[in-house]
């Protein structure tokens, strides 16, 4: 076999093996700190998305909307104000790692306007850090990164 026909050699492979697993070391402490990251944001747009529901549902059906929080259960869910009975398709429960660690003494209510009392923060914090999503006494809802 001639020389220009022959593949790598040994020693080319080896190294960029060792050049792969090097890198490969280097990377995976950062994908699982990246999944922690990702697995926090994801619970706090669910939350975030769970308070535009509540909110849109509470304008379109003409009815008020009571926003209910367990910190024990790291659960949350939409109740109708008058009957007491939570929508069942709204209960959501936060994943293992992160929870709810402030929020309102009171449920929150948005009204038929999209109004929201009483306004406050929810706190999430997980391992990757924590967030806040603030509900303004207009309805507004936004997320903030705690610092």
Not at 64 to 81: A, G, H, I, K
Not at 82 to 102: F, H, P, W
Request: a positive charge; hydrophobic letters at 35%; aromatic letters at 8%.
């Amino acid at each position: 076999m001639s020389r220009t026909q022959a593949g790598f050699s040994l020693t080319e492979l080896v190294i960029v093996t060792a050049c792969t697993a090097t890198l490969l070391c280097a990377a995976v402490p950062n994908i699982h700190h990246l999944n922690k990251a990702w697995l926090l944001w994801g619970e706090v747009r669910s939350l975030e998305q769970s308070l535009q529901w509540g909110k849109m549902h509470a304008i379109s059906a003409n009815t008020p909307m009571l926003f209910e929080v367990d910190t024990e259960q790291q659960r949350y869910c939409w109740t109708d104000p008058v009957t007491g009975r939570s929508y069942l398709e709204s209960e959501r429960r936060l994943a293992r790692g992160v929870e709810i660690t402030s929020c309102p003494k009171r449920p929150l209510r948005f009204y038929q306007h999209g109004n929201a009392a009483p306004a406050g923060t929810y706190r999430i914090e997980g391992m990757a850090g924590s967030y806040s999503v603030i509900v303004s006494p207009g309805g507004r809802i936004r997320i903030q990164k705690n610092s």
